[in-house]
């Protein structure tokens, strides 16, 4: 089974940055697309970014120039730098192996314990 390990949340102040890493256990990770979520107070989770395993790139709306998304193979760890946090960026940030569905990306169902994000204003 893999496990999902997502670390690196904190409070941050607004315009600040964090990085967040997630590290997989098994080398399942290395073979596919992988995703962050987030899910805010109130809000469903939401895609923040996915990276196929050869590093295609597709990054949600609300985050385009100020997120970035990476993937380490050999580590089997994923990060998510964010840049020029904003208070809207406050959640729960989770990572999971994700698959192309034709139309948008979709987890297949493994997810970490997430790591919190909060950005104060």
């Known amino acids: 089974q893999v496990q999902l390990v997502e670390s690196g949340g904190g409070l941050v102040q607004a315009g600040g940055s964090l990085r967040l890493s997630c590290e997989a256990s098994t080398k399942i990770f290395s073979d596919n697309a992988m995703g962050w979520y987030r899910q805010g107070p109130g809000k469903q989770r939401e895609l923040v970014a996915a990276i196929t395993a050869g590093g295609t790139i597709q990054y949600g709306n609300s985050v385009k120039g100020r997120f970035t998304i990476s993937r380490d193979n050999a580590k089997n760890t994923a990060y998510l730098q964010m840049n020029s946090l904003g208070p809207e960026d406050t959640a729960v940030y989770y990572c999971?192996?994700?698959?192309?569905?034709?139309?948008?990306?979709?987890?297949?169902?493994?997810w970490g314990q997430g790591t919190q994000v909060t950005v104060s204003s």
């Open positions: 999971s192996v994700v698959i192309w569905s034709g139309s948008t990306w979709t987890p297949v169902g493994f």
